[in-house]
C-alpha cells in the first residue's frame, strides 16, 4: 500500500525540493511512497534528526507562493526501520482566551520546527507575529493536542512551558503563560496568577531558568519599558504548581544569588520557606 507523508524541521529548504530528495537525503526508503508523492514539490517544511529518529513534516507547493494542505508528517526510526506517515486536512483548532474571552484558532499555519521529546512529537506553526500554535502528537503520530502559543522550555520531559498566543498589535500587555502535562494531556494555565495584584507583565525578561530534576522554573517579567520588574519562581508539590513573586529583583538580596538561575538550581524550593522576619 503506497504511504502518503510529508516534512517538518529545524531548517528551511529550497523550492525545488521534492519530496524524494528529501527522503533519499536522510537515508529514509521510498518504496512505501507512491511515484507521485515523491514528485510532489515541497512548499514549506522542516525536519530534525536526534539519534535514530527522523522527522519531516511538510505542505506541499500550491498554485503561485500558496501551500496545500494536508499537512503531511514523517517520522522514521533508523535502528528498527520503522516508518510512519500523517496527514492532516483539516487543523486541529486551539483554545486561546486572549485574558479576555475565549476562541477557537486553526493551528495549520506555516512550520517553524518539528522535534520529539520523551514519547511526544511537536511541531510549532507560525500564524502572526504574536501568535501561533505547538501541534503534539504521540510516537506513533497520533494527534493528541493543539496548544496555543509556543514552548519556552522544558521541565523534563513531562512538562512544557508555553507563552500563549497573543492578539497582534494591542497596546495591552498580555503576556500569558501555561504548562503542558505530556502524560495527562492537559493544559495549566500559571500567568497571570489568578488574584495577583502585582503588574502583569508585557514580556518576559531573558529566558526562563528550569531545574528538571526539582520540578521548578523561574522567569521575570518586565513592562513594555522594561521597568515593574517581578520575579516569579515555580514549584511542582503535590500535583500542583505553587509560585512565589518577588518585586524589583528582591529575590537576589533575600538569598544572596545573583540570577534567578542560581536560586532554581541550587535552593528551588527556599523562596517557599518561611523568610527570616524583617525580610
Not at 64 to 78: A, F, H, K, M, N
Not at 94 to 119: H, K, M, N, V, Y
Not at 239 to 267: C, M, P, Q, S
Request: net charge positive; glycine share 8%; hydrophobic share 40%.
Amino acid at each position: 500500500m503506497a504511504v502518503a507523508f510529508a516534512f517538518v524541521g529545524v531548517r528551511a529548504h529550497a523550492s525545488a525540493t521534492t519530496v524524494f530528495s528529501e527522503l533519499v537525503e536522510a537515508g529514509v526508503p521510498t518504496t512505501r511512497f507512491s511515484n507521485a508523492e515523491l514528485a510532489r514539490p515541497i512548499g514549506d517544511y522542516r525536519t530534525s534528526v536526534a539519534g535514530n529518529i527522523f522527522l519531516l513534516a511538510y505542505y506541499t507547493a500550491g498554485p503561485g507562493s500558496g501551500l496545500e494542505r494536508p499537512l503531511r508528517i514523517v517520522r522514521y526510526d533508523r535502528l528498527d526501520r520503522s516508518l510512519r506517515g500523517a496527514a492532516l486536512w483539516r487543523g486541529p483548532a486551539a483554545r486561546a482566551d486572549f485574558r479576555r474571552g475565549e476562541a477557537r484558532i486553526d493551528c495549520l499555519g506555516s512550520l517553524l520546527a518539528i522535534f520529539e521529546r520523551g514519547e511526544r512529537i511537536y511541531v510549532r506553526t507560525h500564524l502572526s507575529p504574536s501568535a501561533g500554535c505547538m501541534l503534539v502528537f504521540s510516537s506513533r503520530l497520533q494527534t493528541l493536542a493543539a496548544l496555543s502559543g509556543w514552548t519556552l522550555g522544558f521541565v523534563g520531559d513531562r512538562y512544557a512551558v508555553l507563552r500563549e498566543s497573543e492578539i497582534h498589535w494591542t497596546r495591552l500587555p498580555q503576556l500569558a503563560l501555561s504548562v503542558y502535562d505530556a502524560d495527562q494531556n492537559r493544559m495549566t494555565s500559571l500567568y497571570p496568577p489568578a488574584g495577583d495584584s502585582r503588574p502583569r507583565g508585557a514580556d518576559v525578561a531573558g529566558s526562563i531558568a528550569i531545574n528538571a530534576s526539582a520540578r521548578a522554573f523561574a522567569f521575570r517579567s518586565s513592562d513594555s519599558s522594561g521597568r515593574n520588574l517581578v520575579d516569579y519562581v515555580y514549584l511542582l508539590r503535590e500535583g500542583r504548581w505553587r509560585y512565589r513573586a518577588f518585586r524589583d529583583a528582591r529575590i537576589e538580596v533575600l538569598f544572596g544569588v545573583h540570577t534567578l538561575e542560581e536560586i532554581v538550581k541550587n535552593r528551588p524550593a527556599a523562596p517557599f520557606e518561611r523568610l527570616p522576619d524583617g525580610k
